[in-house]
């Protein structure tokens, strides 16, 4: 043949857990997130329409919780849009999320999160560590991708910890947050 046509190889094919040390894996679930974070101590910040939650990432469990009653807790977020302060702990933490800002994509000892969109709209979230010297022609191949348990592939962010000890995909559902010891 003259032109033959190579099949593109589907990325969701390819989707699985992270590699050691990553292996657990905690879902928050949650409706309607538009931004998250994580406060100083490493807790996950999650913002929805109807207020805000403080988690613990190793066992998923709230810690704070906001129903904003009073319907302020979108004045809480500064004017660029890329921090929030969080009133019952006093801190104001750097969020992502629909409002804009990205989380920290790589960590001291070189593990690194990217992202790969296989179609109009989708997004993949992969895992590599930088010290491994594999190197492929096809760059998503260098990664594990993360085969998501309750989030919907579109519209993702994510992070790791400031202790760099989790790291976390945020998404309009909630988050699935991953740790090592």
């Not at 040390?21 to 109807?50: C, M, Y």
């Not at 999320?97 to 990205?102: A, D, K, P, Q």
């Not at 790969?116 to 594990?144: A, H, M, T």
């Not at 919907?152 to 309009?172: A, D, R, V, W």
Request: charged share 25%.
């Amino acid at each position: 043949m003259l032109f033959s046509k190579k099949r593109k190889e589907k990325l969701f094919n390819h989707l699985g857990d992270p590699p050691e040390p990553w292996e657990k894996r905690v879902i928050i679930p949650a409706s309607g997130i538009i931004a998250g974070g994580w406060t100083k101590d490493s807790k996950i910040f999650l913002l929805s329409s109807n207020g805000y939650s403080v988690i613990n990432p190793l066992i998923g469990e709230i810690e704070i919780r906001n129903w904003d009653e009073d319907n302020s807790a979108n004045s809480n977020f500064s004017s660029d849009n890329l921090e929030y302060t969080i009133s019952e702990l006093n801190e104001t933490v750097r969020v992502f999320g629909l409002r804009g800002g990205n989380g920290n994509h790589l960590t001291s000892d070189y593990w690194n999160l990217d992202s790969f969109c296989p179609g109009l709209g989708q997004q993949i979230v992969g895992l590599i560590n930088l010290e491994d010297k594999s190197n492929y022609p096809e760059y998503w191949r260098n990664f594990y991708l993360i085969e998501l348990k309750r989030l919907e592939y579109f519209t993702l962010t994510y992070g790791f910890s400031p202790n760099e000890k989790c790291f976390g995909i945020f998404g309009s559902g909630g988050a699935e947050v991953f740790s090592r010891e």
